[in-house]
């Protein structure tokens, strides 16, 4: 295997030669024969459904009949009111491909088994994390509401609240990488990277280096990407590439040469953990345009924030759920073992006494490697104390529960000042949207940045659908000019906040695995509402005016993209 300095940068490395990675690599590869097999039977499922067409002067009367069967059907599903006027769009034009499409997608054949694993590991691991009564009634008598969210959080897995974690807020993704590489040269015991793009270059290529540097060393090193990196960043091969280094990796729902819904389920979660001690969490991915070391669409403003301390469990678990899936026997009381700090402890809390946790101890001594230290060392962490709450919590697509959408919606609900949010995409179904314009009736100074140069065409032009609506019940609208924002946060009242992965769009809040930090009187809520206040000039504000102005070719593809924004 051939490793590569970034001659450009003349440093990190890099796996792949070059083409081979990009569109015309993965036309004429692997990934170009899949697509081929997949054309083909799309094909096929089309001229099945033209065939039949043929004897539609024959079934006229049936159809009619079965049209309105399947629209009184689909009026009485439990569906979304947005998916139900898109399906029934879709199956009052084309009934009986309609209607096959839709059974085929709801009876979810590609991902049963992905489901059943999940729900396994998730009743498995749900108590394996203890909650700290005294952290829960402590944010309880302080807050109620806040109190309430983390009770409904908590509903939906092993979303502990902790009170002894440190929070440091990254504005933009320069300044993530920079505390990132300084973090990852302190590990001694294990990395795991779950990213939803990892792309070759600088940023990547400097973290590899680090990571193949620490895998021979004797550190687990485990990275996870979505199986959409495949497409055109990756080849298949890359795994083979990242083993040979002595790093552990796997690709979440890889390419395959069969239709199935499974494909509709993406990993667009970003987290990485060391040691148990310190975690990533954002919208960061590991490619040069979040860094602005490449610019495609003007600067790239993303946000992050880094955990120290017991928090930061709670990440390990995230990342080892995921890392299970395929795995025969689960794996998790080891990594879980290891402390924020020995005794638990941060630095300059030293009276403050560790809490019991007798389980999670017991796993520690009896699984730990012979030879390796049976305690994590000091490591170097920011000063100061540990100020208010923290929760972080994934969110699946595999249950009922549309828990990244609640959460916001219960911090427009609660919000007495404003609501400051940034997000890259505005694709919203009804509920969404009430909560949005019921906060600013209620004189809540809501404020979305969202791109003022976007990244595709279709959801910008299905965001500007929302802005007439929004801005007549009080919403401000700015879009950022300097370029792409792809940053998702929420700041409330100086108070709560939550930074993590969750889109305002149907593919974050419905079909993606996603995960977020909720933070409640933190120190860094003031630097992300800081962030807010020296964004908003470099904003052009959305008006009526603009509104009304905007080209026509765009409002057309907006109302022709409306009925399908629940597939996009």
């Known amino acids: 295997m051939e490793i590569r300095k970034d001659d450009s940068q003349n ?76 399906w029934l769009v879709v199956v009052m034009l084309t009934p009986v491909f309609g209607a096959l499409l839709y059974f085929y ?10 489901k059943a694993r999940f729900s396994h590991i998730i009743a498995v691991t749900k108590d394996s ?83 193949a540097r620490k895998a021979k060393e004797g550190v687990d090193v485990r990275v996870m990407y979505d199986g959409t990196c495949e497409f055109t960043l990756l080849p298949h091969k890359y795994l083979k590439l ?93 990594s879980l073992a290891y402390p924020a700090m020995p005794g638990g402890q941060l630095p300059g809390q030293s009276e403050i006494q560790p809490e019991a946790q007798p389980e999670v101890q017991a796993v520690e ?32 697509p595999l249950d009922d529960d549309k828990l990244g959408e609640r959460v916001y919606m219960d911090i427009l609900n609660r919000a007495r000042r404003y609501v400051h949010i940034m997000t890259p995409y505005l694709i919203l179904d009804g509920e969404m949207e009430t909560a949005l314009k019921f906060a600013a009736e209620r004189g809540v100074e809501v404020a979305l940045v969202l791109p003022g140069i976007p990244d595709k065409k279709m959801p910008y032009a299905l965001a500007k659908t929302h802005y007439r609506s929004l801005l007549e019940s009080g919403v401000k609208i700015y879009e950022y000019t300097p370029g792409f924002v792809h940053a998702k946060v929420f700041c409330c009242d100086g108070k709560e906040a939550v930074v993590g992965t969750i889109n305002l769009d149907y593919r974050s809040l419905y079909h993606h695995f996603e995960c977020a930090t909720y933070l409640y009187g933190t120190d860094c809520i003031a630097d992300i509402e800081a962030d807010f206040q020296a964004m908003f000039p470099k904003c052009r504000q959305v008006t009526p005016e603009t509104v009304r102005k905007e080209k026509w070719t765009m409002k057309l593809a907006g109302v022709l993209l409306k009925a399908a924004a629940p597939l996009l």
């Not at 997608?105 to 992905?114: E, S």
Request: with cysteine.
């Open 129 to 211: 994390i203890p909650q700290s009564e005294e952290a829960y009634r402590s944010l309880e008598e302080e807050d109620p509401g806040a109190a309430a969210l983390v009770r409904y959080i908590q509903r939906s897995g092993c979303h502990p609240v902790y009170h002894r974690t440190l929070v440091t807020y990254f504005p933009l993704g320069e300044d993530k990488f920079a505390e990132l590489l300084r973090q990852l040269e302190g590990a001694r015991h294990f990395i795991y990277l779950e990213y939803f793009i990892i792309a070759e270059g600088m940023m990547w290529g400097e973290v590899l280096e680090i990571l």
């Open 105 to 114: 997608t709801r009876m979810d054949i590609g991902h049963r088994a992905l």
């Open 242 to 334: 990242l083993r040979k280094l002595g790093i552990r990796c796997k690709v979440f729902a890889p390419v395959s040469p069969f239709i199935s819904t499974h494909y509709n389920y993406r990993d667009h979660r970003k987290i990485l953990v060391i040691d148990g001690h310190t975690a990533f969490n954002g919208g960061v991915n590991l490619a040069d345009e979040y860094i602005n070391q490449v610019q495609r669409f003007g600067h790239w403003k993303d946000t992050a924030v880094m955990l120290k301390g017991e928090a930061v469990k709670s990440f390990t678990l995230m990342f080892l759920q995921m890392w299970n899936m395929d795995e025969r026997e689960l794996e998790f009381g080891k």
């Open 365 to 396: 001594q009896s699984e730990v490697q012979a030879g390796e230290q049976s305690e994590v060392q000091p490591v170097e962490q920011p000063k100061g104390n540990a100020k208010g709450y923290v929760v972080p919590y994934g969110d699946w």
């Open 11 to 86: 440093m990190g490395i890099r796996l792949l030669k070059k083409g081979q990675n990009g569109i015309l690599h993965a036309i004429f590869s692997r990934m170009g024969l899949f697509v081929v097999l997949l054309a083909a039977q799309a094909l096929f499922l089309v001229s099945t459904y033209l065939w039949f067409r043929e004897f539609r002067p024959h079934i006229i009367s049936g159809l009619a009949v079965f049209t309105v069967i399947m629209v009184l059907y689909l009026l009485n599903c439990s569906l979304d009111p947005t998916a139900k006027i898109t």
